[in-house]
């Protein structure tokens, strides 16, 4: 429902009433160039108020995707960001989130709620309906928007064509999702750590990869990495942006998210089958095993479920639906979108990211809620210290290890220790900056952290929108990167493509002589002071052989400069495609950025000798 310039209540098509136009000055995504309302007179058009903390707008993004399918270019939606928490202001965050859901329409930034406010939205997800005369046609808060809109949506395409006033003519679409390099990992969302391997739920790649963590090479790949519910082998099987992992004995359950499913893998014959889909489950987040029983973070429901491993039967454990932070006897209390699980073997702990809250269960059936830390939900921040002093920003992911709950305070781009009992909570791991940073753990910087496990005495982060895994180490209290030794393996075929298929700028260099054995690639970028390089972003070096053999891969956040890349060459002749994707800014315009793929050829005779020669690649877009 909305108020102000569509009234209060639902908007009828007789009314007549002109849709507002956008603000200007505002950072516009998928296309490059803002758009107007005037500009798309003929076409019928969806104004999708969304932000991507948001569950229930997750929820809406197939039917959109449904909708533009059937109707094609007659239609556009338009996704107008509007903005809960502060990190959702940055248009490099919903960029990422832009990718992570892989949305194909324009995004506009509406940070300071220019278009929500002209429109008289209050609620999120909030679509408006506007006709090919730039009228507003209905308007709806909420999930079902197929069926609530299909039927006008084909109406008003008619209504237009059998007026001559339709336009069918595409509007140019500049994707975010043509610009980003691959990664080994993509959206990372959570690990979990067993029998000397770890376990990724590889969101972004539909797939779960595990890695031994002996030597940090790849152990296996669970699915094949297209998006769908399928039973089978681990090379065939299916999922859809998983998430949770929960591993016990030779089983490994998943929160298969967006399928709203529960997979059992069977790690000793190599096989994946579901548990249970739908039927009370949506967008499961994540999983944890105990006492022959698997809970569930109902992240969709607002809820905390529980499934019988041995019956298979599931029900709701905790929550009564409702979306906010109440403590009380199970069944009564309230939850706001749980999306992490922890146990202390008697205390099941949820991050209830909504409310940007740790809560306290226990497993008792007459057992009782209770929060350790939070308080609402538009309470939120960055603070330590006493349990009603703290404060998290849309915390996704929590541990528990030796008396301590360790907290992927997500939007803050920090981990936290909690003290269960008391809540008191300080900072152990982040700057508070988004970026990609290893050194001293307080000076760190990670990119949106969703997922923690401990192993071996240290705490494995999965560092969601750096598409990496880091580690922390207590013993010497700094944080290093997770260097995957075969990552090449986890790259997409095409990021390995021959030169012939390459879109980008290509540069034939010198031949050049080195030793063979082990050789740097130095990388060196420097752009004209007009500009600035891009820290926010996923600057991209890779170096391979003339017949597509990746020899190394890497994707690196607020690159410090040479970035130096090692290989190894055998003795002989041969040439080497190296890759490199830049980016950069406007200096006095952050939200301007552009990005320039360079492929430099270069012919490379490797002689005899004890490596540990430099090939030095200097570039200006």
Known sequence: ????????????????????????????????????????????????????????????????????????????????????????????????????????????????FDIWNSYGAHAWPSLVLIDADGNVAAAMSGEGVYDAFDQKIGDLIHSAEAGGTINRTPIALHLEKDKAPPTAL?????????????????????????????????????????????????????????QGVAVDGKMLYVADTENHAIRAVDLAAKTVRTLARQGGISSPWDVLVHDGALYIALAGSHQLGRLDLGGKKIAVFAGSGREQITDGPLAQAAFAQPSGLATDGSVLFSADSETSSIRAVNFDPAGRVRTVVGSGLFDFGDADGERGAVRLQHALGVCYHEGRLYVADTYNNKIKAINPV??????????????????????????????????????????????????FDPATG?????????????????????????TGTVITLPAQSVAAGAVKVAFDVTVPPQFKLNAAAPFYFGVSTEDGKTLAASNVMDPKFPVTIPIKLAAGTSRLTIDLVIYYCDADQESFCRVKRLRYLMPVEAGSGSGGDTIEIRASP
């Open 1 to 112: 429902m909305f108020c102000g310039v569509l009234g209060c209540g639902s908007v009828s098509a007789a009314e007549k009433i002109p849709a507002p136009e956008f603000a200007d000055h505002l950072d516009w995504l998928n296309v490059d160039k803002p758009l107007t309302l005037k500009e798309l007179r003929g076409k019928v058009v969806v104004l999708d108020f969304w932000c991507y903390c948001c569950i229930n707008c997750m929820h809406i993004i197939p039917d959109l995707h449904r909708l533009e399918d059937k109707y094609g270019p007659a239609l556009e939606i338009i996704g107008v960001h509007s903005a809960k928490y502060v990190a959702e202001h940055a248009t490099d965050n919903i960029r990422d989130a832009i990718l992570r859901y892989g949305i194909t329409h324009p995004v506009v930034n509406d940070r300071n």
């Open 186 to 242: 993509s959206f990372p969302g959570k690990i979990a750590a067993a029998d000397g391997k770890l376990f990724i739920s590889d969101s972004g790649h539909n797939r779960i990869v595990v890695i031994n963590l002996a030597d940090n090479t790849i152990d296996q790949t669970i699915g094949d990495g297209n998006a769908g519910l399928k039973d089978g082998s681990f090379a065939l099987a299916e999922f859809s942006r998983p």
């Open 422 to 471: 008391n809540g008191e909570t300080h900072t152990i791991i982040g700057s508070g900056i988004a970026g990609f940073t290893d050194g001293p753990a307080l000076l760190a910087r990670l990119n949106e952290p969703a997922g923690l496990t401990f192993a071996g005495g240290k705490l494995y982060i999965a560092d969601t929108d750096n598409h990496l895994i880091r580690v």
């Open 478 to 502: 700094t944080v290093n990167t997770l260097m995957i030794t075969d990552a090449e393996k986890l790259l997409p075929s095409e990021a390995t493509a021959p030169p012939e298929k390459y």
